[in-house]
């Protein structure tokens, strides 16, 4: 299962496991104790399924033309949040489905190995062939802002000319023109 799919993994433990009797709770469920203590909409159980089996979702006659598959192959992602319903995810066309009306097939997984993942990008882990080395920390003090441009540059070593200094005319720039 590529690891895009945790996040969807997660939401439907912890749906199961809101639906599943406690000890600690009498042997009642979290949401039995929820829905005694505030009172909320009842919400439907669904027959629990394996997480990324293969689910066939049925497509309805508009949702499809007369010679195209009546089921789209799909991988079972959970339980719909606010709906009844079974997401199912078709990574070809990246369309998610809320529905009812799916066939199961939980001995399969959608993604079975390595070359089953459809449009899925791999990501590269890379090692380090040399050991970190550690530094020891370089406490910074400030400088003075400020001072002239011809400063900073004797400081660096480089000679840089005022413009009162250059005189050039127009004969000194044709004798370099004809050296170039």
Not at 4 to 30: C, H, K, M
Not at 171 to 176: A, C, G, R, T, V
């Amino acid at each position: 299962m590529p690891l895009s799919y945790w996040g969807e993994a997660l939401t439907s433990a912890v749906y199961l496991i809101n639906r599943v009797p406690s000890s600690t709770l009498d042997f009642q469920t979290p949401l039995q104790v929820l829905v005694e203590a505030v009172i909320a909409p009842s919400v439907p159980n669904l027959t629990p399924r394996v997480f990324g089996c293969v689910a066939y979702v049925h497509l309805h006659k508009h949702q499809r033309s007369k010679l195209a598959p009546r089921a789209l192959r799909c991988v079972f992602l959970g339980y719909a949040a606010h709906q009844k319903g079974y997401r199912c995810y078709h990574p070809p066309s990246k369309r998610m489905f809320i529905t009812l009306d799916v066939v199961f097939h939980e001995d399969s997984m959608y993604f079975s190995s390595e070359s089953d993942l459809q449009g899925e990008k791999q990501k590269e882990v890379l090692t380090l062939d040399h050991d970190i080395q550690v530094h020891e920390k370089i406490e910074l003090t400030p400088q003075e802002v400020g001072g002239s441009i011809s400063d900073d540059n004797q400081e660096m070593g480089v000679e840089v000319p005022l413009l009162s200094d250059i005189t050039t005319t127009s004969q000194d720039l044709q004798e370099e023109m004809e050296v170039i």
